[in-house]
């Protein structure tokens, strides 16, 4: 065992040097998002819809995620359990990038919009939802393999 550590660690020095290391990542991973599909709260159909029910994420990767209110309603998305399983990078809304550690609600009072950009970190299945409006069919998940 001693020897094959001997004999490794040059062997990992000298591909480092000649430039093995560059193999596995370049660049800031974390603004390399994927774009998932709006997440609609309210619709002309219903003051109750979700646009998207489910979204399926993997640890590691970027993304970003629009939610979009269409007004009808106050609404008040939350997904406490996904935010604290989450590298939150930013969130964009009203012209203003927000840098924070953790998100505990979008409160849309009127229409409007906001943008998290993300990495999923630990996985799950994970509830978002507008609070209060859960039993109305405001309830979906994120789920992260």
């Given at each position: ?10 062997l990992?020095?000298i591909g ?31 003051d109750?819809?979700l ?14 995620l629009?939610?979009?209110?269409s007004?009808q309603k106050e609404?008040?998305?939350q997904?406490?359990?996904?935010a604290?399983?989450?590298?939150l990078?930013?969130v964009?809304a ?5 840098k924070?550690v953790?998100?505990?609600e ?16 630990k996985?799950?299945?994970?509830r978002?939802?507008?609070k209060g ?5 405001m309830l ?6």
């Amino acid at each position: 065992m001693h020897a094959l550590k001997t004999l490794l660690f040059p062997l990992l020095l000298i591909g480092s040097l000649i430039g093995f290391d560059n193999l596995h990542a370049a660049g800031d991973l974390t603004r390399l998002t994927t774009t998932l599909p709006e997440l609609r709260l309210g619709s002309e159909d219903s003051d109750y819809s979700l646009s998207q029910h489910e979204y399926a994420l993997e640890t590691g990767k970027a993304y970003q995620l629009k939610i979009i209110a269409s007004g009808q309603k106050e609404y008040a998305f939350q997904a406490p359990e996904f935010a604290t399983s989450i590298f939150l990078r930013k969130v964009e809304a009203g012209g203003v990038e927000i840098k924070a550690v953790t998100l505990t609600e979008l409160e849309f009072e009127d229409a409007g919009e906001a943008e998290i950009f993300f990495v999923p970190i630990k996985p799950g299945k994970f509830r978002f939802y507008a609070k209060g409006l859960e039993g109305k069919g405001m309830l979906g998940y994120f789920v992260v393999k």
